[in-house]
């Protein structure tokens, strides 16, 4: 997932619904969505991935201060450029070995994730925060610039055979630009490593799934996910659309989040700063301008997904692996129709929910293109499908 986007909470008050205080938000000013909040989990603060294309690190770190924060560990900050730190070296690794013949660049996946927490454990943001040159904000064009040209260079062959010290050129580029990653950490006056930390956190990699819903490969089995930022070749559970929002909606029940990869491209679909994520019943081609208009500020009826229009959307390239997110909750808007909270790595001041915004269950049923999952928040019955343990 790459995002070339870059970055309030919620108008938000306490109303008396059926004698019971339940929380409404809208979604920007002047809107007359009412969403009442059914359940949110517990989540951190809205960060900033600026001009870098690692949505997938921001999203999946949330996830996991999420998954810190539900085990009773309370909240934590991490870094989320010590994980693109290390996915970085692990993405030139397998761009080198392949020739050139596959994916390289600041875009990735969530298992990219889960297995930097396996081989390199996660650190605190203090002490990794990936501007080793003073800047303010996270810049990668010149990173990626740089590091994709040498990286070229060095899959010519220019001496017939790779020259053993590539890899120690391509890791000073970058340290220079990123800092070296460290090797200890300081946590509550002691010196432990970073894998350390994770198990003192209670992260395992072994418990977490990507899952996602297509048909062109057996439901209950595991398949290659066909995206360009799936580098790794990493393999995600395959499961028939009930099942899959099932999984989501018994997830974020029980406490559990979700971290999100989805198509964002629609126009008149998905807007960020009107902080909505809907799919119209209605054909946009077929709507009056006035229509058009207020499809961000007045309640529509949404489009009953199918398996087969999923498909269609994955196979015509009209849902693309756009961007990473962070579902934390569900809310129902006043003419009943389910929604997701979506927690975004675009920073607080684009929009009027602070970061945040709402995706129409029918958008994310649509547009995902796979989720990641503890595999305690998949329903036991799905779960032994899927040959979970």
Not at 113 to 124: K, S
Not at 172 to 177: G, K, M, P, R, T
Not at 349 to 365: I, K, L
Request: proline share 3%.
């Amino acid at each position: 997932m790459i995002n070339k986007f870059a970055g309030m909470l919620c108008l938000a008050g306490i109303v008396g619904i059926s004698s019971v205080n339940a929380q409404v938000k809208t979604n920007k000013k002047d809107s007359r969505y009412q969403f009442t909040i059914e359940k949110e989990v517990g989540n951190t603060g809205v960060k900033s991935q600026d001009q870098t294309g690692t949505c997938w690190s921001f999203s999946g770190g949330s996830f996991l201060e999420s998954e810190v924060e539900r085990m009773g560990k309370g909240k934590v900050d991490l870094a989320d450029m010590y994980t693109v730190r290390k996915a970085y070296s692990m993405k030139a690794n397998n761009y080198v070995r392949m020739g050139g013949k596959t994916n390289y660049g600041q875009g990735g996946a969530f298992h990219d994730v889960i297995n930097v927490l396996r081989a390199y454990g996660v650190v605190p943001e203090a002490a990794y925060t990936g501007m080793a040159y003073g800047q303010k904000k996270h810049n990668h064009s010149e990173l990626d610039a740089v590091s994709t040209a040498m990286l070229g260079a060095i899959i010519k062959n220019p001496e017939g055979k790779l020259n053993p010290a590539w890899n120690k050129a391509v890791e000073s580029v970058y340290d220079a630009y990123l800092g070296a990653a460290p090797e200890k950490v300081n946590v509550g006056g002691k010196s432990i490593s970073p894998m350390e930390y994770a198990k003192s956190l209670g992260l395992n990699a072994d418990n977490y799934v990507e899952i996602s819903s297509f048909t062109h490969h057996p439901f209950y089995s595991q398949f290659v996910l066909e995206v360009p930022d799936n580098w790794s070749w990493d393999r995600v559970y395959n499961v028939p659309l009930n099942e899959f929002e099932q999984i989501i909606d018994n997830a974020l029940t029980n406490g559990y989040s979700v971290a999100w990869a989805s198509d964002v491209s629609e126009k008149g679909w998905f807007s960020y700063k009107d902080g909505l994520a809907i799919v119209p019943e209605k054909e946009l081609d077929k709507m009056s301008k006035g229509e058009k208009d207020s499809l961000f500020t007045d309640p529509v009826v949404q489009r009953k997904i199918t398996q087969e229009m999923r498909q269609e959307g994955f196979d015509n390239q009209t849902t693309t692996d756009d961007h990473g997110m962070h579902i934390v909750g569900i809310a129902k808007d006043q003419k009943g129709t389910k929604y997701y909270i979506v927690k975004n790595s675009w920073g607080t001041e684009s929009n009027d929910c602070g970061g945040y915004f709402y995706a129409s269950a029918a958008f994310v049923m649509y547009k995902t293109t796979c989720i990641l999952v503890h595999k305690g928040a998949v329903p036991a019955a799905i779960s032994g499908k899927l040959g979970l343990k």
